[in-house]
């Protein structure tokens, strides 16, 4: 079983960053496949970003260049830096875990990740 638990939400002005992290309470972070999804309210989850096993990135077309997804396996950390944050950035954002490797084309999809964090609330006001 893969524990998650997110931290470093907030409400900000537009423009600025903030950084969420996601700590995994597994013994080999390193085997597991992790991204980011958001809830805005209202809607349906949407995945924001996933970083694949060997490190390599997958982002949604709206926070390319403004969001980055970083995992440290030493410290058992998944992270997003967001940048330029925009008011319809504003959601519930979960962090989502799965064993193994993924496919490219299945990085994204909700149906993808079995663990799931209790999410931690953005809020980007204009």
């Known amino acids: 079983h893969v524990q998650l638990v997110e931290s470093g939400g907030g409400s900000v002005q537009a423009g600025a960053s903030l950084k969420l992290a996601c700590n995994a309470q597994?013994?080999?972070?390193?085997?597991?496949?992790m991204a980011w999804f958001r809830q805005p309210p209202g809607k349906t989850p949407e995945a924001v970003a996933a970083?694949?096993?060997?490190?390599?990135?997958s982002y949604i077309d709206f926070v390319k260049g403004r969001f980055t997804i970083s995992k440290d396996n030493v410290k058992n950390n998944l992270y997003l830096q967001m940048n330029s944050l925009k008011p319809e950035d504003t959601a519930k954002y979960y962090c989502?875990?799965?064993?193994?490797?993924?496919?490219?084309?299945?990085?994204?999809?909700?149906?993808?990740?079995?663990?799931w964090g209790q999410g931690t609330q953005v809020t980007v006001s204009s």
């Open positions: 970083i694949a096993i060997d490190g390599s990135t």
């Open positions: 989502a875990a799965t064993k193994g490797a993924l496919a490219l084309s299945s990085r994204l999809l909700y149906s993808t990740y079995r663990y």
């Open positions: 597994f013994d080999r972070i390193i085997s597991l496949s």
